[in-house]
């Protein structure tokens, strides 16, 4: 049947992101004790494509919620513009967003601002063993969110909620 993987998908939601909260639980607090530990005066969230748009929801939420300046951009931004973009590494948390965790210009975005001296590095993927999660210095999975579908639909969600989490 055509589209059964995108059906159980988002069929599949509400299950995908209890795990969230649950995951997020589970590590908050090591969140906590990492963010009081960062002298970070800003919050950078980067992601392409979908998680470029789940980005930008999350850094206006982020802002909005905890008062600390935060701000998204296409990872290829940081990429590429990495001085106009980040002022300061040494002061910036980076929350890198990508479903797979294997999205090249994430992951070099990612290695650009750490070999710059960025404060830390905290991913949001649905594969904690992933090559950009190896990068991080803390993951927030979302295991029971990955998908077959090319869609991102429970994946998106669930990386959403783990996004609203960290804001609260």
């Given at each position: 049947?055509?589209?059964?993987?995108?059906?159980?998908?988002?069929?599949?939601?509400?299950?995908?992101?209890?795990?969230?909260?649950?995951?997020?639980?589970?590590?908050?607090?090591?969140?906590?004790?990492?963010?009081?530990?960062?002298?970070?005066?800003?919050?950078?969230?980067?992601g392409?494509?979908?998680?470029?748009?789940?980005?930008?929801?999350?850094?206006?939420?982020?802002?909005?919620?905890?008062?600390?300046?935060?701000?998204a951009?296409?990872?290829?931004?940081?990429?590429?513009?990495?001085?106009?973009?980040?002022?300061?590494p040494?002061?910036?948390?980076?929350?890198?967003?990508?479903?797979?965790?294997?999205?090249?210009?994430?992951?070099?975005?990612?290695?650009?601002?750490?070999?710059?001296?960025?404060?830390?590095?905290?991913?949001?993927?649905?594969?904690?063993?992933?090559?950009?999660?190896?990068?991080?210095?803390?993951?927030l999975?979302?295991?029971?969110?990955?998908?077959?579908?090319?869609?991102?639909?429970?994946?998106?969600?669930?990386?959403?909620?783990?996004?609203?989490?960290?804001a609260?």
């Amino acid at each position: 049947m055509n589209g059964q993987h995108t059906y159980q998908e988002i069929t599949t939601q509400p299950t995908a992101w209890e795990d969230a909260l649950t995951a997020f639980a589970g590590i908050a607090p090591t969140l906590k004790a990492s963010w009081q530990a960062l002298d970070a005066n800003q919050v950078l969230f980067i992601g392409c494509g979908s998680t470029h748009y789940l980005s930008l929801a999350a850094a206006a939420l982020f802002q909005q919620t905890t008062g600390v300046a935060a701000r998204a951009v296409p990872s290829s931004e940081l990429l590429l513009f990495d001085k106009t973009v980040v002022a300061d590494p040494a002061r910036t948390l980076l929350v890198a967003i990508s479903r797979s965790g294997t999205t090249t210009e994430t992951i070099t975005a990612v290695s650009k601002f750490q070999q710059q001296g960025g404060a830390a590095v905290w991913t949001i993927t649905c594969y904690p063993e992933s090559p950009l999660a190896q990068l991080s210095n803390i993951v927030l999975p979302t295991v029971a969110a990955q998908e077959q579908s090319v869609a991102q639909t429970r994946s998106f969600a669930s990386m959403m909620i783990m996004a609203q989490a960290l804001a609260a």
